[in-house]
């Protein structure tokens, strides 16, 4: 695969304030531990395999179960993920996917039991910016594995 363009180099200031919101994302009230997997999950749905890259090692990094790095993909099926994990996984395939009458109340009321309407906010900001990620890297075709060095991501020790 041959990368498109490289639009940090075409826009930074843009990429640059980008960074930047998700940066403050990470500050919220979402463990970083659900956040790298609803950044797995977004990105497998969305099929960006620089972002599945990314995310995967920085979750490893982070102290991820290499087991559970696995199971995102099958994350209904696993026995690997608290509620609140689940909870979180279906909000973002929910507004990763949505369907033509919208999310179904069902899915709110699960995420509902387990958020606070803070959480909620914050880790759907969260999905918003990983769901833009992931446009922009499958649309210029980054390549997975390209920025290893750059956010030291070598460290995970996977190749």
Not at 19 to 45: C, D, N, W, Y
């Given at each position: ?8 180099a ?13 940066m403050?994302?990470?500050s ?30 920085q979750?490893?990094?982070h ?8 199971h ?88």
């Amino acid at each position: 695969m041959t990368q498109r363009l490289n639009a940090a180099a075409q826009a930074p200031d843009l990429f640059k304030k980008f960074a930047e919101f998700g940066m403050l994302l990470k500050s919220r009230s979402i463990e970083p531990s659900i956040l790298h997997l609803v950044e797995i999950r977004a990105s497998q749905m969305n099929g960006c395999g620089f972002c599945v890259d990314m995310h995967v090692k920085q979750a490893k990094i982070h102290g991820e179960r290499e087991l559970r790095l696995h199971h995102v993909a099958i994350w209904r099926e696993s026995t690997l993920f608290s509620p609140r994990e689940r909870a979180a996984l279906a909000w973002t395939e929910a507004l990763t996917h949505l369907a033509p009458q919208g999310v179904p109340d069902e899915i709110y009321e699960r995420v509902r039991s387990q958020l606070s309407e803070q959480e909620i906010t914050d880790l759907s900001f969260s999905i918003m910016s990983i769901n833009a990620w992931n446009r922009l890297n499958v649309g210029f075709r980054t390549v997975p594995g390209s920025a290893d060095k750059l956010f030291g991501l070598d460290k995970a020790q996977l190749s």
